[in-house]
């Protein structure tokens, strides 16, 4: 029995080759061995491992971009999830996918749950959002979890973008009118790892099919991206990191123009997670101190 990663170099996807392999083997590819874009390769990718469980940790994430290529950006997102959730039907096995705050538009004063209205800002969340579509049309079993504000001590994010910025710059101007829930991407697959065990999945995919659906999977807490940004320089401070920023001004998103826009508020209410696996992400700024202190 196998598990079939995808997106397997990616921020979350890294992590899940750790965490998932005490559940089953797990074949983990990258960008470079699966092209999403490409239906008909992911089908016979699929045919050719007859996993146990697919995990799609793979996405069309440069939100920006995504505003003048939406094509590329819905191939990914949109079409490539509805493809591997035909192939889980046809095989009897389950798919855990991954989404997104940006579904929601982020006018609420409250954190979004699962059923509210979504109404996506931008094309990365129309594409998202689309996936999500995609999957529950299949009817095959399924777990979406969405999240938000990803980071991690690899690849490209936020965090490293700071810590980058505040070794060259004296002043950082951070938007400081966008609440959300920074995530730290082993928090996401340690979780992830928790609510399969709990439904016995990969074995038993009929666990999926009781127990999974769509869920939000995010840190606990609230801040904006200045303050996640405050406290990125504090930590480089406190740890001797050459750090040349001696000031972090917060801005208004005007400020700081760009081709997406961004929802007001991301945070996403995760009681449903907690009252059916009894998993909870710690505070946010628990995860970010062993994220860095590792």
Known sequence: MTILLLGA????????????????????????????????????IVRETAPSLIVNA??????????????????????APGVLAEEAKQLGIALVHYSTDYVFDGTGSRPAIESDPAAPLNAYGR?????????????????????????????????????????????????????????????????TALVLARCGAPRDPGGLAENGGLYHMTAAGETTWHGFAGAVVDWMRTSGQPVLCKQVSPIPTSDYPTPAKRPANSLLDCSKLNDAFGIAIPDWRDQLNLCVDR
């Not at 170099?9 to 992590?15: A, L, P, Y």
């Open 127 to 191: 594409t998202k959002l689309a996936g999500e579509a995609a999957i529950r049309d299949t009817g095959c079993a399924h777990l979406i979890l969405r999240t938000s504000w990803v980071y991690s001590m690899r690849g490209a994010n936020f965090l490293l973008t700071v810590q980058r910025l505040a070794g060259q710059l004296e002043e950082l101007r951070i938007v400081a009118d966008q609440t959300g829930a920074p995530t730290w991407a082993r928090g996401i697959a340690e979780a």
């Open 58 to 79: 793979a996405a069309y994430t440069a939100v920006d971009r995504a505003e003048e290529d939406e094509a590329s950006a819905r191939a990914i997102n949109a079409e």
């Open 9 to 44: 170099n990616g921020q979350v996807g890294w992590e899940l080759r750790r965490t998932l392999a005490p559940l089953e083997p797990v074949r983990a590819l990258e960008r470079a061995d699966a092209d999403l874009a490409d239906p008909d390769a992911l089908s016979r």
